[in-house]
C-alpha cells in the first residue's frame, strides 16, 4: 500500500495540471509566452539597474520620485551592462541629466545613437516646471509623471 501512494499523488498531479491546461484551450502556450514577455517588457521600462562603463571618468548622482520631484545631475558616455533604456544586454549609452527637484532635464541615447545629432537621442523637461513652461514638440510624446 505505501508503494502505491506516491504513484497515485503523481497521477492526481497530472490530472490536475492537464484540467488547468484544458480550460485555457491551444492557445494557452503562445499565451503564456506574450503575457511573460509583455511583462519582462514592462519590468525593463521601470528600472535601469546595471553597471556603466566609460573610457574617461564621469559622474551621475541623480535620483527621480516619478518624475515628480528629481535632484542631481550626471554626464556618462560609455556603456552599459543591465536592465536599461527598455532593453536588457551591454549596449551603448550616453546621458546628460540636471535635475532642480521640480524642474529637471534630461537627455538620453542607449544603443544606437550620436550625442552630436538631437534626433537620435530622447530628451525631455521634466517636472512640474518643465510640463508647464517647457511644451513637448513631439505630437505623441507623453506628458506628466514618468
Given at each position: ?69 528629481t535632484a542631481g545631475g ?52 521634466v517636472g512640474p516646471i ?17
Open positions: 500500500m505505501r508503494r502505491r501512494w506516491p504513484l497515485c499523488a503523481a497521477r492526481r498531479g497530472l490530472a490536475v495540471a492537464a484540467c488547468l491546461l484544458a480550460c485555457q484551450g491551444c492557445a494557452a502556450i503562445r499565451t503564456a509566452y506574450i503575457y511573460t514577455s509583455d511583462r519582462v517588457t514592462d519590468a525593463a521600462d521601470m528600472v535601469d539597474l546595471g553597471l556603466t562603463v566609460t573610457g574617461r571618468r564621469s559622474y551621475a548622482a541623480y535620483a527621480c520620485g516619478g518624475g515628480l520631484a550626471g554626464y556618462v558616455d560609455g556603456y552599459f551592462a543591465g536592465i536599461g533604456g527598455s532593453r536588457v544586454g551591454v549596449f551603448r549609452h550616453y546621458h546628460k541629466t540636471i535635475g532642480l527637484v521640480l524642474w529637471s532635464y534630461e537627455e538620453f541615447g542607449w544603443g544606437k545613437f550620436d550625442k552630436e545629432d538631437p534626433s537620435t537621442l530622447s530628451s525631455r523637461h518643465g510640463w508647464l513652461f517647457f511644451p513637448s514638440n513631439d505630437e505623441g510624446e507623453c506628458r506628466g509623471p514618468t
